[in-house]
């Protein structure tokens, strides 16, 4: 067995920032049981006759990935909380903009698209993206 099995992948290299990895894994937090929230109740297709906001199975997914382990886990391997491939202040404002727009918006339109609430979701997923 090949010892490279075991290695994780190498993370970006990014700016240990201790006060920023406590504010963005409360913010993460309540991002996620706000993304979560979002899913809950919304009717499976094949058990009515009104357009589904989400299939049940993608519901169930998105559920999965939103629990709060796995949501912050997920988020702690980002360049978003390693402040990594973009300037840290830049990270840390499209973040809060982005998050707190998220947090403050109502299920109708979270359930449209996060991307649609606010400029900084858009440019949060191109810095979660980006890579050197």
Do not use: H
Request: hydrophobic share 30%; proline share 5%; glycine share 4%.
């Amino acid at each position: 067995m090949s010892s490279s099995f075991c290695k994780k992948n190498n993370l970006p290299p990014g700016i240990q920032d201790d006060k920023w990895r406590e504010e963005s894994s409360e913010l993460v937090s309540a991002y996620c049981q706000k993304l979560a929230s979002c899913t809950k109740g919304v009717k499976d297709s094949s058990s009515s006759t009104e357009p589904p906001d989400l299939k049940y199975s993608s519901q169930e997914l998105i559920q999965e990935k939103l629990k709060p382990a796995n949501c912050a886990e997920k988020f702690r391997s980002s360049n978003a909380y390693l402040l990594a491939n973009e300037n840290p202040e830049t990270i840390k404002k499209t973040v809060r903009g982005c998050f707190q727009a998220v947090i403050g918006g109502n299920c109708e339109k979270i359930r449209k698209g996060v991307l649609k609430l606010s400029e900084d979701c858009v440019r949060l997923r191109a810095i979660q993206f980006k890579r050197n």
